[in-house]
Nanobody
Framework: QEQLVESGGALVQPGGSLRLSCTAF?????????????MSWYRQAAGKEREFVAD????????IYADSVKGRFTISRDNSQNVLYLEMNSLNSEDTAVYYC???????WGRGTPVTVFS
């Protein structure tokens, strides 16, 4: 069974940086091939709906970002390791949320990793 596992969430002060990781685990016979799929990051703050953060194509030739993170966050991937990354800089309190990775366009999500920006 396919599984996405996020890591890297932490407490950080405003202006700080974090790098989140999402590792894709597959099993023999799985139809999910990480390197063939676009991958996304989403986040959900307490009391709010889950929102899109960033997406990257299989060969990393194109990425898109939510306006709220553009210029501060960078999505990347390592297909040789089945890992998706989210580099987050200039963090502020509005970035506090649980961050999830997703196989774009599919109902395959990780369980999330919490990021808290506090002063």
């Amino acid at each position: 069974q396919e599984q996405l596992v996020e890591s890297g969430g932490a407490l950080v002060q405003p202006g700080g940086s974090l790098r989140l990781s999402c590792t894709a685990f597959t099993c023999e016979g799985s139809r999910f091939v990480f390197s063939w799929n676009s991958m996304s990051w989403y986040r959900q703050a307490a009391g709010k709906e889950r929102e899109f953060v960033a997406d990257i194509t299989p060969e990393s030739d194109r990425s898109i970002y939510a306006d709220s993170v553009k210029g501060r966050f960078t999505i990347s991937r390592d297909n040789s390791q089945n890992v998706l990354y989210l580099e987050m800089n200039s963090l502020n309190s509005e970035d506090t949320a649980v961050y999830y990775c997703r196989r774009t366009g599919h109902n395959l999500w990780g369980r999330g990793t919490p990021v808290t920006v506090f002063s």
